[in-house]
Every structure is written in structure tokens, then in C-alpha cells.
């Protein structure tokens, strides 16, 4: 019995967790589920997932993306909440998200605390970054590339599809919470399936090709320079160190291959007549107001 309650917490409580009074989990509670009404109705909301995950709600869809969100804040060292560095990426994700194919979501971003260069996305809305990833960056277009690249999984739904193949799901034709209840075991195995996927195995080439394209194709449309990703990824192409336990490059496709595949949507891009934005400089005072040391632009 005892066991049971311990695993019930660990999978169905991953939500829990945000109100338990751990002060650093109640703040991300704040900042990715909103106020608690909200909260109260997402914990409700995973309890209707029906036929496989797919089709899927919006709200059961944040349920599942707080769960695996929950666990990328734990394991990546917390939030960074410094007010400045909350407040640029959060107007910068929504500048992007606003003009996604799913303006509907309440995205939520953030900034971890790890100095691992790597980024993340969560279903629902939860786009997180690394502290060593901004390091890298130089400039804002070279942000929203990367935030664009990340609400790009989100809008196609690729670790949901992860999910919907999932065999923790075998036999299920309805996930309630009174089956999370009953059979934890394969709530941990449905959300486990997800964290190895991000952390682990990484999501299949094609859908980091895809988001790629597709997070490129959003950072033109809301007029950033394009050529925004293609800088990261030549920057962590040559920056490239020994130690890549946490790193994005354990799941993701290498830089060339991924520099590869944009080339054609690069050239198919139109440069709007007042030319693409960069802005390096509001980038390097917001990270230096934030105590962010970046990188000096070459």
C-alpha cells in the first residue's frame, strides 16, 4: 500500500508536486500553470485523455506537458527568475508563439538554471533554454530561431505522436485519473517514454529536420533574420566541447546534416524591403542586465 501511494506521487503527483510547498516548484506552478483555478482544471484536464492521446485536448495536452515539464525543471537545476531575463524571453517567445500555427496555446518560457547547452519543449506550450545555450547566442534573431525551432515540436505535436506509439499505452482505449490511480506504473511509463525521447534517445531526424524548417520558415514570418538558427548552429558546430552528457548534441542531429536541410527553405525565404532584424545589441543588454555573460559578436 505504502509502495502504491509512493508511485501514485511520482506519476499522477508530478502535477501535485507544483503545490506541495517546495518553494522552487510552486513558483514554476506560477509561471507555466497560471493561477489556481487554472492548475485545478489541468490536473482535472488528464483525466479525459481518450482514444491513445490523439486527438487530444488542449487541456489534457498541457496536463501531460506539466508532467514532463515538472521533470525537465527538476533535472536541469530549477527556474531562473531573474525579473529582466523573464520578461525578454517571455515578450520574445509570445512575439513568435502569437504567429505560430497554434496561437491558441498558453505558452509558457523560461530559463533554466543548467549551464548544459540545450533547449527543450513540452506539449502544451512549455518552451524552456538552457543558461549555457544563451551563452552562446549573440544576438535576439538568433534567439527566436532557436525559440521558434522549439514551438515548432510543439505546434506538430512530436512528443505527443512519441506518446501515441508509446506501448505503455497498449490495451488502453481511455487514460482516466482513476486509471492513473489503479495502474501508475503505466502513467510512469507513458511520461517515461517522453523523458527518454528528450533526454536520452532524441526525437527521430525528420521531426528535428521539420522543426527546423518550420521554426526558420516562423522566425522569417515575424521578421527575424532567417539566417538567425543557421548562426547557433555554427557557433555550437565549432564550439563543440568534450563534455556532452546533458548536451543537445546526444539528440539531435549533427550540425552539418541540420545546416544541410535548411539550405533549400533558406533560399525560398523573401527578404522584406526593410531587410531582417538581428538586434544584437537588445539582445547583450538584456543578458547583461540578467548577468548572462554572452558571447561578443565576430
Request: aromatic share 6%.
Amino acid at each position: 500500500m505504502m509502495r502504491r501511494k509512493r508511485v501514485v506521487l511520482r506519476t499522477v503527483g508530478l502535477l501535485v508536486l507544483f503545490l506541495a510547498g517546495c518553494a522552487e516548484l510552486e513558483e514554476v506552478a506560477r509561471e507555466t500553470l497560471g493561477d489556481p483555478e487554472r492548475r485545478e482544471a489541468v490536473v482535472r484536464g488528464a483525466g479525459s485523455v481518450v482514444g491513445g492521446l490523439l486527438p487530444i485536448g488542449i487541456e489534457e495536452e498541457r496536463a501531460i506537458g506539466g508532467a514532463i515539464a515538472t521533470q525537465v525543471v527538476v533535472q536541469f537545476g530549477g527556474i531562473d527568475e531573474d525579473p529582466v531575463l523573464m520578461r525578454y524571453l517571455g515578450l520574445l517567445g509570445r512575439a513568435l508563439s502569437n504567429r505560430s500555427e497554434r496561437p491558441e496555446l498558453e505558452y509558457n518560457f523560461a530559463v533554466l538554471k543548467s549551464e548544459a547547452v540545450n533547449a527543450f519543449a513540452a506539449p502544451g506550450g512549455y518552451v524552456f533554454v538552457t543558461r549555457g545555450l544563451l551563452r552562446k547566442v549573440t544576438s535576439e534573431a538568433e534567439l527566436a530561431g532557436v525559440l521558434a525551432h522549439e514551438i515548432s515540436h510543439i505546434t506538430e505535436k512530436h512528443i505527443l505522436q512519441v506518446i501515441q506509439r508509446s506501448k505503455a499505452l497498449s490495451g488502453l482505449s481511455k487514460v482516466t485519473l482513476a486509471t492513473l490511480g489503479g495502474d501508475p506504473d503505466r502513467f510512469d511509463a507513458i511520461i517515461g517514454t517522453a523523458m527518454k525521447k528528450l533526454f536520452d534517445e532524441g526525437l527521430d531526424r525528420q521531426k528535428e529536420f521539420d522543426a527546423d524548417r518550420k521554426g526558420m520558415a516562423l522566425a522569417a514570418h515575424v521578421g527575424y533574420d532567417p539566417e538567425g538558427i543557421v548562426s547557433v548552429l555554427e557557433t555550437l558546430r565549432a564550439d563543440r566541447g568534450p563534455d556532452e552528457e546533458r548536451s543537445l548534441f546526444r539528440t539531435h542531429p549533427s550540425a552539418e546534416q541540420r545546416l544541410n536541410e535548411l539550405q533549400p527553405v533558406l533560399s525560398g525565404l523573401q527578404e522584406p524591403p526593410s531587410g531582417w532584424v538581428r538586434l544584437p545589441d537588445r539582445f547583450r543588454e538584456a543578458m547583461e542586465a540578467a548577468g548572462v555573460s554572452g558571447r561578443d559578436e565576430g
